[in-house]
């Protein structure tokens, strides 16, 4: 009676254990240092929360019956899945880069959809930990309500894949830390911040309202605060629909520089 | 069907001083590495020894020409070619964020192999790592990480493995310890090529050895012939003056040592005199047999543009 063969003796079954290895080796790599990675986004989030709060409650009334405290809420949470998402595969690949070690990587059989889904996977795990952490942790302040959660799930976990995407995009880019920084603060961060987290885009003139309507992270951010209030200043179809767009063209370039080993491979 | 197989292998990289010209690392290189040997690759820095190791481990890609390991070509089927190969870097690189056994295991896993403890185990036996195994990268010292490396390159018992300059800046022991390691692995049936610069290592391991200039194969066999080929003595003294110029253009001069080729008594004896009639004097003289840096020596000096000799 033939054996049948482990899963590593076939070119498959190794290939999947390859990319599952690199999967477990990224989420490790935040996990280890928890408090940087986890702990500070969450800690940031109160933060702001308290100040804000303190200082704009009961003077703003974004939607109706919504506290501002509880409006801030699902801002500050998709803020943490959007930033540590972007930071887990970008920071990784560039430190792996400029310390040398990426080389045992760049040894092994792994293709480039193997990298692709290992980071990207990752990314979302980082994503989804902190933005888990900001809710639980900010939910003693104010409890938002949860009116359509599937919502909540859909661009959490989208919006964490696409700036692990970017992230790849990123890492694989920079040369030094320093033009990483410049990404993460010259372009990440403002985006963020001036995409309705705090405010409603409604309440800017016509023309920043403009502007914002061209920021993706707008989207998202809007898409996501819908599956908890049943309230947005966009229907979350259009934003999912410009989320996923922005998802497959973003994806299609990070999967070419991987492919073609845009430098990391001479 | 080779362990090693470079055909016609050439390689260029854009040079920013003059961007018409690029700099041609490799110019054709032909060469192939059986099954079982131990082979050496030498050549002063910038022959392109390294450049040929990145493009077999997929690290780089050639412009020109094929090169496959065991019968897997590194491109069109890279997955299979490194799971045949395994690469000991040239540079001390770690992971800060995990310890010994963590990356091992990572490793492992990256060639799709899971629960490897026990070979991981061996290895770690093997190169004196065992009481580190818990201990982050990062604290390693310079010989233990050399020796991680190794391990790294290992995990996934490739019958192909290949060392860049594996005891550079090494101690004697460890190197003695290296080169026991890589020697019963090559008795075990594994190809090794080596990368060095310490001759004595080469002509002490490698059973065949190439030469390799300004990117081209300048000398290619076994490590015997190599030696008979060369002159069969060497004379060696120290003066304490400069040589006249007759002498000096033979000879290689490292401070006050003179070593020139000698075929024969004739030519000791006429060197001796030459260096009697400059008015100097000639202390510990000796006569001992070349050896691989000599060979090294002469051939580099008769390749200058790393023109090889037209060949059969």
Redesign the interface.
Known sequence: MAAALL??ET?H??????W???F??EI??FW??GFQTVGAPVLTAILYLLVFGHVLEGRVRVFGDVSYTAFLIPGLVMMGVLQNAFANSSSSLIQ?KI???L?????????HWHWFFAYVASSIVRGMVVGLGVLVVTFWFAGPSFVAPLWILVFGVLGAALMGVLGLIAGLWAEKFDQLAVFQNFIIMPMTFLSGVFYSIKSLPPFWQLVSHLNPFFYMIDGFRYGFFGQSDVSPWLSLAIVGTAMVAASAAAIHLLRI?YKI?? | MSAISFQSVSKS?PSPRSPNKPFLALDRVDLQIERGEFFGLLGPNGAGKTTMI?IL?????ANAGTVSVLGSDVVTD???A??K?G?V?Q?L??????NVR?ALR??S??????NNDAWIDELLHSLGLTDKASSNTRQLSGGMKRRMLVA?ALVHRPPVIVLDEPTAGVDVELRQTLWQFIAKLNRQGHTVLLTTHYLEEAEALCGRIAMLKSGRIVALDSTSELLKAASSNVLRFKVDAELPPALAEKARVTGRIVQIPANDAREIEAYLAAVREAGLLAHDVEIRKADLEDVFVQVMAKHPDGVADTAA
Not at chain 1, 103 to 111: A, D, E, K, R, Y
Request: hydrophobic share 40%; proline share 8%; no cysteine.
């Open positions: 899963p590593e070119p079954g190794a290939a999947m254990i390859g599952r290895t690199l477990h080796k490790l790599r280890k240092v792996s310390m040398g070690n080389v045992f990587l760049l040894l092994t059989p792994l293709s080993g491979r001479s | 990289y990145s481990a997929g690290l780089s890609r890279f997955a299979q490194r799971r190969l690469i870097p540079e690189v770690f992971d800060p964020f995990f963590e990572f490793q896993g990256y060639f799709g192999i899971r790294q």
